[in-house]
Nanobody
Framework: QVQLVESGGGLVQPGGSLRLSCAAS????????MGWYRQAPGKQRELVAR???????NYADSVKGRFTASRDNAKNTVYLQLNSLKSEDTAIYYC???????????????WGQGTQVTVSS
């Protein structure tokens, strides 16, 4: 099994910044792509940012230029730097990872428990 533990959410004023972290632990051969999704009340979960093991990234149009994803492969940790936050960024942010499992070498998808980001004055 693979566990993803997020941290770093909270309440911030519009224009402020936050940094989210997500650490993967458990039994796996490797962590492939990692990403961040978010879900606002009454809306579907959407991709925010995704980063491959090689460091290639892609972002939702709504966060380009404001959010930056990065990762530390040695720590199996992915980060999301959120700058110039807007009220519409308010959501629960979920970490996502694709892990190659031992023995079968099957790639499985895992989710964190989510961390709340609230942007409000």
């Amino acid at each position: 099994q693979v566990q993803l533990v997020e941290s770093g959410g909270g309440l911030v004023q519009p224009g402020g910044s936050l940094r989210l972290s997500c650490a993967a632990s458990g039994s796996f051969v490797s962590i492939n792509a990692m990403g961040w999704y978010r879900q606002a009340p009454g809306k579907q979960r959407e991709l925010v940012a995704r980063i491959t093991s090689g460091g290639s990234t892609n972002y939702a149009d709504s966060v380009k230029g404001r959010f930056t994803a990065s990762r530390d492969n040695a720590k199996n940790t992915v980060y999301l730097q959120l700058n110039s936050l807007k009220s519409e960024d308010t959501a629960i942010y979920y970490c996502n990872a694709n892990a190659r499992l031992p023995y079968t070498l099957r790639v499985a998808e895992y989710w964190g428990q989510g961390t709340q980001v609230t942007v409000s004055s």
